[in-house]
């Protein structure tokens, strides 16, 4: 109990330091009362709205089941958005979705919703199956919305966008822009067997997939989730919740992991376990975050995750030396971290050694030239698969609900 409580006391001065650069609002969000989270994306302000706007987003399945239902958020609106028109079906090609899958949503009852600022709402169950792998496409309408518009910019999936409302239409030929965001939608879930979970992998650019191959789905929760298919564990789904430039302390490219915790993590439906990816940003960040200021970071976060019945797996930071802002004094504290992850495995559930995985045998602070995606920070594709690789699937198959 001493160690949490200094845990917490010293994440005090941390937070309010972070509130003090950007204010988060506060998230409003419910989980629905059952189902698993098979596709997410993290959420943050990502620029201005455009009335009579329509979004045909593409989204990748996870874990397979029925009655899907999707989540939409004004998580960083700052006023009501109305969305008058949602549907969702399956991609044939391109914005052409397959005959006869296009499918009306509702919330309530009501085949129209106006989110206030800073809540999110889920859409009632479209009955019937969502396999695993599935290309989901959700398609929405905004008739008058204006001011900061919630969503997710760097998808690396190809999306499509119209003015006015087509949402109805499974032609593509009335979608002729291309996006590579993500509007509105931050979540789809599934109802599965009871048992069955799904892990969220909390973290930065790394998670979230730069520098791998846009529309093939190879960021490595992507691979991870391909793997845990064929796993006889019942920890099926994996939602990727990372945001390029994130922190785990301050605030900046999005809150940071401490501020969206809950909203991004803890209220998603089905969650068996956290798997916390993240501190380079806060290090090459140069702004005097110690080795201590990164463990108790970590520490809030499990003792909030475990509170909530998740479990946790915890990596080390990778190499990224040859990266602009590495230096000498980031590498000391990278290392120092590294240490007592590896050390104090008992604080987590699990540990997956990431740093290992990606380094150079020839220089430990550098990645191996064969998984570096081109700026030494960022893994390839080949990296991406090795990371998801070398996730040990049954460390994700625990609860403690």
């Not at 960021?219 to 990727?240: C, E, F, N, S």
């Not at 803890?266 to 960040?285: C, I, M, R, W, Y």
Request: with cysteine; proline share 5%; hydrophobic share 35%.
């Amino acid at each position: 109990m001493r160690r949490r409580t200094a845990r917490r006391t010293r994440l005090i001065a941390v937070t309010v330091v972070a509130a003090v650069c950007q204010a988060t609002p506060a998230p409003a969000a419910v989980g629905p009362p059952d189902g698993v989270i098979t596709w997410g994306a993290s959420a943050y302000r990502i620029g201005e709205s455009v009335a009579d706007r329509g979004y045909r987003m593409v989204v990748h399945t996870s874990v397979g089941g029925r009655d899907p239902r999707i989540r939409l958020s004004n998580a960083f609106g700052d006023r009501p958005v109305t969305f008058d028109s949602v549907y969702a079906g399956l991609q044939l090609k391109g914005a052409q979705l397959a005959r006869g899958s296009n499918r009306r949503l509702t919330f309530d009852g009501s085949s129209s919703v106006t989110l206030e600022p800073g809540s999110t709402v889920y859409s009632d169950p479209v009955p019937g199956p969502l396999a695993a792998g599935s290309n989901l496409v959700v398609s929405l309408h905004t008739p008058d919305a204006a001011g900061p518009v919630t969503g997710h910019s760097m998808a690396l999936q190809t999306s499509y966008a119209t003015q006015g409302d087509h949402t109805a239409e499974e032609s593509g030929a009335n979608w002729p822009d291309t996006v590579g965001s993500w509007f509105y939608l931050d979540n789809v879930s599934v109802r599965t067997a009871a048992a069955t979970g799904s892990v969220i992998a909390l973290g930065d650019s790394i998670t979230d997939g730069w520098q791998s191959t846009g529309d093939l789905n190879r960021r490595w929760p992507d691979y991870l989730a391909r793997r845990l298919q064929k796993a006889h564990i019942t920890v099926k789904g994996v939602a990727d919740e990372g945001i390029s430039g994130n922190k785990v302390l301050a605030d900046g490219a999005g809150p940071s992991a401490l501020n969206r915790l809950d909203r991004d993590v803890l209220s998603q439906p089905g969650v068996h376990t956290v798997f916390l990816f993240e501190g380079v940003n806060d290090l090459k960040a140069h702004s005097g975050v110690t080795a201590q200021d990164l463990i108790h970071g970590y520490g809030e976060i499990v003792d909030r995750a475990h509170d909530a019945g998740r479990c946790v797996v915890v990596s080390t930071i990778a190499p990224f030396k040859g990266w602009p802002e590495w230096d000498p004094a980031a590498e000391t504290v990278r290392q120092e971290v590294n240490t007592y992850i590896r050390t104090h495995s008992d604080e987590f559930d699990a540990v997956t050694d990431f740093d290992h995985i990606l380094r150079s045998p020839y220089d430990h602070e550098r990645m191996l030239p064969f998984f570096d995606g081109g700026d030494h920070i960022h893994p390839n594709d080949k990296g991406m698969q090795a990371m998801a690789d070398a996730v040990d699937v049954n460390s994700l198959d625990c609860a403690r609900n």
